[in-house]
């Protein structure tokens, strides 16, 4: 009776840490920012609250204009909050939103870090539950209009030429920042829109008006290049899949596209309400991030 009793404890105790486990969403903007920092239910830079996005939702703000270097601490700190322990991640991430995540993990991925208990002060820092471990519980990340690879507007300065992000996004710059193929083994599922924009005219290839396909298809190299949908002349093809690209150009490691825009019809910007190419990542995240 004593082994039996002392047998169903342990399997209580195995239910009770299955139950106390949570699965997260966390979503990291891009350039201009506009979400609250340390507030994870701030959602002004992506749209509407209410929106399906993907199994508990969080939104990781960062400024938008500072250097990838400085704010990424604000990613370090969601990412302690909700993926030790116990708790396990997905992220989604727009535009720079890509060099944030990919920066982290290349530099931080193998660090240790204190498990924390998902409960955020004002500032975006959570409890300690206890105990370390290495690196992240993250189980994929979602990429809409990836800013990995750089963006020719800020090579030819499109933008405030003074704004340290900007700076950060020159495409030479973001290629060198971190090795890209250092993701600890975590995919990243690239979508590439094509719906072009002003920008279009110093984009190489496809674009969605602000990334090129060689950047929002995690196309690796030191420099950008011409990648097209099928049927474009003059132009190779960007792949689906993490294989090489038509006329032999290769994606970083773990770079997978799972989305090409064939019928150019979504553009970079989220518009304050998930539109653009992050409709679809939106998608993506809500049908797997369970």
Known sequence: MKLLRFAMALCLLAVTGLASATNYTLWINGRTGGGAIGNYNSWNYWGVATADAGV????????????????????RNALDCFCTGNNWCYIAAHSAGDLMIGYNLANYGGSTRARKNAVANASGVCGDAGGTQTGWNIKWVGVAAGS???????DVGAWTTSEALVQDVKVGTARAMYNHNETRGIWFYMHAGAGGGLGSVVLPGQDDGVEAYHSAGGVAGSSGRWLCNPGDWFCNDLTYGSGPNHGGSTKWAYHTVMFRDDGEAYSHSTEG??????????GTMDTYAR
């Open 56 to 75: 508990n939702k969080k939104s990781v703000n960062w400024d938008g204009r500072s250097s990838i270097a400085s704010q990424s601490a604000l990613i």
């Open 148 to 154: 990995g690879g750089g963006s020719e507007l800020a």
């Open 273 to 282: 309400n998930w539109s653009g190419i992050v409709s679809i990542l939106r």
